[in-house]
């Protein structure tokens, strides 16, 4: 018997009822009668709570979520995904609270339904931060439960069907966002269906001019070969045919965005792209699949180059196909898509090829979209957790394009990663653990530095220390983004260690101005000041003085006290009249930083400035920004250097010289030969017959300084050698 037949006999002909309801339930036949009446349920509800309210075309507004639901039922999603998109807008476009959905239809529901919805209760400082944070609640929803992220591209994807409605500008804003975020998820997922019509839709709105004009050339294109691909698609079905191989033929043309993307990226006109036009073979095993490649490559010849095995080695979002080239007549290329049914199910609608994905298989030999989505899903969490929600977007961002280079384990597993990953983002693909204390890489048993890009087909070993821990310089080369999130997590963790380190120090140095300590300062008194402060523990109040948010004078005379205003970040208070330094030893981290515009090195007479953020950055005496002193003098405090520092400091000089080939080495070569490393040089002013050579050098201390200078100015073309400071 079929229900859904009884169901929509009961249904009336006009009124609210029939904004689309009666085709969704035709399209709904794979479900039971049951479900079918949660269904019509869910629709009730969501016409009632949207009743009386318009699209910007000036349909009913319901019309849109039974189209979103539509989407979802030709993918053969289950009644709780299709019942979600019935009422994903009730939250967020009606009075109806999540509990009220919860109450009537189910906790499983009411979450999806929330998980959708965006943030309209909260405050941002802007626009960028909204979307960013409703992008952020969708995807840690997603991890949570696939199905809002196959809700929401539903109801992107109707979005753009209907954005006619909209004024221009507004177009090109979502059109663009779907092409840089919505489009990529869907790929990422591997739906092509939804993926291929939500950029076609995109590049239409979001550069209408483009598309007219890439549009109207590939149907004139198209036009002139159909004779031509039907000569072709005859030849490729009689030859399988000979073989007695069962398969279905396709002729297709790709969609337009593809090939403009195409062109932009190889920087190449529509004549020159070789695959607008394709064939696609939809054989009934993999062997079939592999004896048809083996035809086509009898029939026409393969250009070099353009073969790829994504059976054996399948994409990360799961898809699997052979792709090859082929010289066609007159040198026409043509490109031949060779896979099985079970491919093509799952290259339309990866993740969502398998309704009952909720099953708890965690075997990697199940249905591969299902698997390496939760895998990617993992890494989202990982992301999440180590940053804002505008930094998060960006991250995902990097990560939501097609994975390009395939290498290998030392154990022969596959690991696929981003064109223009690095070893160390393969570490960090391995395990956070793995890339926080990598050192060195191999890469087919050859030792390379870790930035070092990875190819595909290589074996790549990853070489680590317990004692390790990520060099920020890695954020500049990484691609991937869990390397990046990870490495800035560890960073900030780091810079919080040492900020409260140096908060500790400072507090006590204060605490000495009054012949006290920290270790005099009683439980009570302390607790009174954080108390006051609002502040949870010590730490807080050591971290907030070591990055220079609250002044250690100021606290130390409140703790001193035991009575008064500590006052807010930043006030001005007079410091104690005598105070005695602090000692820096160049091993601090991120908390103590050396001012780029005198550039102060051990020797030095120095002085030290609370920087907001920053922590304390250290100026030379002789600095020009000393002059701030005198506005903000409780800013500053007292430092000297720790005897035997061992390492190397930037320091720059400037070297007038005889404008003549060649000198530039030449000073360079000293340099070396003083045991110096250059950094940096640029040439400052260059005159007929002078230049003068600002270089950026390393160096251990002023003695070290003094070396370098005394080598380079008995030089013949040297006229005058000065270090530099602002």
């Known amino acids: 018997m079929d229900y859904g037949v009884l169901l929509l006999n009961r249904l009336p002909l006009v009124g609210r009822w029939n904004h689309g309801l009666r085709q969704l339930l035709a ?15 869910a629709y009730d509800f969501s016409a009632s709570a949207h009743e009386g309210q318009k699209r910007h075309s000036g349909e009913a507004y319901i019309t849109h979520p039974v189209a979103v639901a539509s989407i979802l039922a030709q993918l053969k999603l289950d009644y709780q995904t299709i019942a979600a998109a019935l009422l994903h807008d009730v939250i967020e476009d009606t009075p109806t609270a999540k509990d009220q959905i919860q109450k009537q239809f189910g906790a ?214 052979l792709h090859t080239v082929l010289a066609g007549p007159n040198g026409i290329p043509i490109e031949v898509q060779i ?130 821990r990520p060099n920020p310089a890695w954020v500049n080369f990484v691609v991937t983004a869990k390397a990046r999130a990870a490495i800035r997590q560890f960073l900030r963790n780091l810079q919080q260690n040492e900020a409260r380190e140096l908060g500790r120090r400072l507090l006590d140095q204060s605490l000495r101005d009054f012949r006290s300590s920290l270790r005099r300062i009683s439980r009570e ?64 981290g991120m908390v103590v930083s050396y001012a780029r515009c005198c550039h102060p090195i051990p020797g030095d007479p120095v002085m030290g400035y609370l920087s907001a953020g920053r922590g304390v950055v250290i100026h030379r005496n002789v600095c020009g920004n000393l002059g701030e002193f005198r506005k903000q003098p409780h800013k500053w405090i007292p430092v000297n250097w720790e005897p035997g520092i061992d390492r190397d400091f930037s320091v720059e000089i400037r070297v007038d010289v005889e404008n003549k080939p060649g000198v530039l080495a030449e000073v360079a070569a000293r340099i070396g030969d003083a045991n110096s490393n250059i950094e940096q040089v640029s040439v400052d002013e260059r005159l007929e017959d002078t230049a003068a050579l600002v270089f950026s050098i390393l160096v251990r201390d002023r003695k070290h300084l003094a070396q370098v200078i005394k080598s380079i100015r008995p030089m013949p073309m040297v006229k005058k050698v000065v270090r530099t400071c602002a």
């Open 27 to 41: 399209r709904l036949d794979y479900l039971p009668q049951e479900q079918l009446e949660h269904i019509t349920a």
């Open 525 to 588: 008194q302390m607790q009174a000041l954080l108390d006051e402060l609002g502040l949870n523990n010590t730490n807080e109040l050591f971290e907030q003085i070591g990055l220079g948010e609250r002044l250690a004078p100021v606290v130390a005379r409140v703790l001193q006290a035991g009575a008064g205003e500590a006052g807010e970040p930043g006030e001005t208070v007079p410091a104690p009249g005598r105070s005695s330094p602090i000692t820096i030893a160049g091993t601090e």
């Open 108 to 321: 499983e529901i009411a979450g999806l339904v929330d998980g959708v919805s965006k943030l309209d209760q909260l405050s941002f400082t802007s626009r960028a931060e909204a979307q960013a944070e409703s992008f952020r609640k969708m995807m840690l929803a997603m991890v949570a439960d696939i199905r809002v992220i196959l809700v929401k591209l539903a109801d992107r994807l109707h979005n753009m069907q209907t954005l006619d409605a909209l004024p221009p500008e507004k177009r090109r804003r979502i059109a663009r966002e779907t092409l840089e975020v919505y489009a990529p998820i869907a790929n990422r997922l591997g739906i092509n269906s939804i993926k291929t019509e939500l950029e076609d839709l995109g590049f239409r709105h979001g550069y209408p001019f483009r598309y007219r004009v890439l549009d109207k050339a590939v149907r004139r294109a198209e036009g002139n070969q159909r004779q031509f691909l039907k000569r072709i698609e005859d030849r490729l079905e009689k030859a399988l045919g000979e073989a007695g191989i069962d398969g279905k033929l396709m002729g297709r043309k790709k969609h337009l965005y593809s090939i403009y993307r195409k062109m932009i990226r190889k920087n190449r006109s529509l004549s020159e792209i070789a695959d607008v036009f394709a064939f696609r073979l939809i054989m009934s095993s993999v062997d079939d699949c592999y004896r048809a490649l083996g035809i086509v490559h009898q029939l026409y010849k393969p250009m070099p180059g353009k073969f790829k095995d994504y059976i054996a080695i399948p994409r990360v979002n799961g898809y699997q196909s």
């Open 339 to 468: 896979r099985t049914e079970q491919m093509d199910r799952i290259a339309e609608n990866g993740i969502a090829s398998h309704w009952k994905y909720k099953e708890n298989d965690t075997e990697r030999g199940g249905l591969p979209p299902q698997a390496r989505a939760r895998e990617w899903l993992a890494s989202i969490s990982e992301i999440q957790a180590a940053a804002d929600s505008e930094e998060f977007l960006e991250h995902v961002k990097v990560d939501l394009f097609p994975d390009k280079v395939y290498v290998f384990t030392p154990k022969g597993d596959i690991l696929r990663l981003p064109r223009g990953s690095t070893c160390v983002d393969l570490a960090y693909a391995v395990h956070t653990d793995v890339g926080n204390r990598c050192v060195a890489a191999k890469i087919d048993r050859r030792l390379v530095p870790l930035r070092t890009q990875l190819n595909s087909g290589e074996t790549v070993e990853i070489i680590t220390a317990k004692s390790a």
